[in-house]
Protein backbone atom coordinates (compact mmCIF):
# COMPACT_ATOMS: atom_id res chain seq x y z
CA UNK A 1 0.00 0.00 0.00
CA UNK A 2 2.70 2.16 1.01
CA UNK A 3 4.04 2.60 -2.94
CA UNK A 4 0.07 3.50 -3.96
CA UNK A 5 0.16 6.12 -1.45
CA UNK A 6 3.34 7.28 -2.52
CA UNK A 7 2.34 7.66 -6.15
CA UNK A 8 -1.18 9.11 -5.52
CA UNK A 9 1.05 12.01 -3.39
CA UNK A 10 3.35 12.74 -5.88
CA UNK A 11 0.57 12.23 -8.43
CA UNK A 12 -1.90 14.93 -7.02
CA UNK A 13 1.65 17.35 -6.02
CA UNK A 14 2.18 17.15 -9.65
CA UNK A 15 -1.48 17.99 -11.09
CA UNK A 16 -1.43 20.77 -8.28
CA UNK A 17 1.71 22.31 -10.01
CA UNK A 18 -0.30 22.33 -13.04
CA UNK A 19 -3.34 23.49 -12.23
CA UNK A 20 -2.29 26.34 -10.54
CA UNK A 21 0.37 27.25 -13.60
CA UNK A 22 -2.58 26.89 -15.63
CA UNK A 23 -4.86 29.09 -13.65
CA UNK A 24 -1.74 31.55 -13.86
CA UNK A 25 -1.42 31.41 -17.27
CA UNK A 26 -5.30 32.26 -17.80
CA UNK A 27 -5.43 35.30 -15.77
CA UNK A 28 -2.42 36.74 -17.35
CA UNK A 29 -4.58 36.74 -20.90
CA UNK A 30 -7.66 38.39 -22.02
CA UNK A 31 -10.25 37.04 -20.23
CA UNK A 32 -12.31 35.42 -22.56
CA UNK A 33 -16.02 33.18 -22.14
CA UNK A 34 -13.50 30.26 -22.67
CA UNK A 35 -11.21 31.16 -20.92
CA UNK A 36 -13.19 32.01 -17.71
CA UNK A 37 -14.78 28.30 -17.90
CA UNK A 38 -10.96 26.60 -18.58
CA UNK A 39 -10.06 28.74 -15.20
CA UNK A 40 -12.96 27.62 -12.92
CA UNK A 41 -12.27 24.14 -14.20
CA UNK A 42 -8.48 24.30 -13.53
CA UNK A 43 -9.42 25.60 -9.54
CA UNK A 44 -11.53 23.09 -9.10
CA UNK A 45 -8.72 20.36 -10.05
CA UNK A 46 -6.77 22.46 -7.69
CA UNK A 47 -8.71 22.45 -4.73
CA UNK A 48 -8.98 18.49 -5.43
CA UNK A 49 -5.31 17.94 -5.92
CA UNK A 50 -4.90 19.47 -2.72
CA UNK A 51 -7.49 17.53 -0.97
CA UNK A 52 -5.62 14.36 -2.51
CA UNK A 53 -2.32 15.72 -1.06
CA UNK A 54 -3.48 16.25 1.84
CA UNK A 55 -4.78 13.19 2.56
CA UNK A 56 -2.64 10.87 1.16
CA UNK A 57 0.55 12.90 2.77
CA UNK A 58 -1.37 12.68 6.17
CA UNK A 59 -2.16 8.54 5.80
CA UNK A 60 1.91 8.06 5.03
CA UNK A 61 2.36 9.87 7.73
CA UNK A 62 0.47 8.33 10.10
CA UNK A 63 0.40 4.57 8.71
CA UNK A 64 2.35 4.23 5.03
CA UNK A 65 5.75 5.52 5.86
CA UNK A 66 8.32 5.88 8.84
CA UNK A 67 5.39 7.04 11.41
CA UNK A 68 4.24 10.42 12.84
CA UNK A 69 6.85 10.43 15.84
CA UNK A 70 9.09 10.45 12.58
CA UNK A 71 7.62 13.08 10.97
CA UNK A 72 6.92 15.95 14.01
CA UNK A 73 10.39 15.77 14.70
CA UNK A 74 11.46 16.94 11.48
CA UNK A 75 11.70 21.37 10.75
CA UNK A 76 11.43 20.56 6.94
CA UNK A 77 8.28 18.58 7.75
CA UNK A 78 7.07 21.16 10.05
CA UNK A 79 7.66 23.63 7.57
CA UNK A 80 5.95 21.64 4.78
CA UNK A 81 3.03 21.94 6.68
CA UNK A 82 2.90 25.20 7.65
CA UNK A 83 3.86 26.05 3.82
CA UNK A 84 0.52 24.16 2.63
CA UNK A 85 -1.61 25.96 5.23
CA UNK A 86 -0.14 29.50 3.91
CA UNK A 87 -0.86 28.54 0.18
CA UNK A 88 -4.60 26.94 1.06
CA UNK A 89 -5.06 30.51 2.42
CA UNK A 90 -3.62 32.38 -0.13
CA UNK A 91 -6.36 30.01 -2.56
CA UNK A 92 -9.25 31.45 -1.14
CA UNK A 93 -8.96 34.89 -2.83
CA UNK A 94 -8.74 33.53 -6.14
CA UNK A 95 -10.97 30.62 -6.17
CA UNK A 96 -13.84 33.56 -4.16
CA UNK A 97 -13.56 35.44 -7.21
CA UNK A 98 -13.33 32.45 -9.74
CA UNK A 99 -16.54 31.23 -7.87
CA UNK A 100 -18.29 34.60 -8.28
CA UNK A 101 -17.78 34.32 -12.01
CA UNK A 102 -20.73 31.04 -12.03
CA UNK A 103 -23.96 33.23 -12.57
CA UNK A 104 -22.56 35.27 -15.65
CA UNK A 105 -20.84 32.00 -16.95
CA UNK A 106 -24.50 30.26 -16.96
CA UNK A 107 -25.78 33.23 -19.09
CA UNK A 108 -23.23 33.04 -21.38
CA UNK A 109 -21.57 36.13 -20.65
CA UNK A 110 -18.03 36.95 -19.68
CA UNK A 111 -17.65 37.81 -15.92
CA UNK A 112 -16.91 41.57 -15.79
CA UNK A 113 -13.04 41.97 -13.56
CA UNK A 114 -11.62 45.17 -13.35
CA UNK A 115 -7.75 44.76 -15.19
CA UNK A 116 -6.35 45.35 -11.81
CA UNK A 117 -8.19 42.47 -9.78
CA UNK A 118 -7.32 40.31 -12.73
CA UNK A 119 -3.11 41.21 -12.03
CA UNK A 120 -3.76 40.63 -8.20
CA UNK A 121 -5.05 37.40 -8.82
CA UNK A 122 -2.24 36.73 -10.78
CA UNK A 123 -0.03 37.94 -8.05
CA UNK A 124 -1.06 35.91 -5.65
CA UNK A 125 -1.62 32.53 -8.03
CA UNK A 126 2.42 33.08 -8.14
CA UNK A 127 2.50 33.94 -4.30
CA UNK A 128 1.22 30.39 -4.26
CA UNK A 129 3.77 28.99 -6.86
CA UNK A 130 6.50 30.13 -5.45
CA UNK A 131 5.80 28.68 -1.97
CA UNK A 132 5.12 25.44 -3.49
CA UNK A 133 9.04 25.20 -4.81
CA UNK A 134 9.87 26.23 -1.14
CA UNK A 135 7.59 23.38 -0.07
CA UNK A 136 9.31 21.07 -2.40
CA UNK A 137 12.77 22.01 -1.16
CA UNK A 138 11.60 21.07 1.96
CA UNK A 139 10.87 17.87 0.98
CA UNK A 140 14.19 17.01 -0.10
CA UNK A 141 15.37 18.15 3.34
CA UNK A 142 12.73 16.14 4.69
CA UNK A 143 13.65 13.26 2.50
CA UNK A 144 17.32 13.58 3.22
CA UNK A 145 16.75 13.47 6.80
CA UNK A 146 18.02 16.60 7.08
CA UNK A 147 16.39 18.89 10.38
CA UNK A 148 15.67 16.28 12.25
CA UNK A 149 15.17 16.90 15.84
CA UNK A 150 14.70 15.05 18.96
Known sequence: MSPLFA???HL?????VAALTAELVLVRGPLTLDSARRILRF???YGLSSIVLLVAGLLRV????KGAAYYFHSAPFLGKLALFAAIGLLSIYPTREFLSWRKSLRQGQIPVVDAGKL??????IHWELSLVAL???LAVL???GIGHFG
Open 62 to 65: FYFE
Open 135 to 137: LLL
Open 142 to 144: MAR
Open 7 to 9: FLH
Open 43 to 45: DAA
Open 12 to 16: AAFAL
Open 119 to 124: HTIGRV
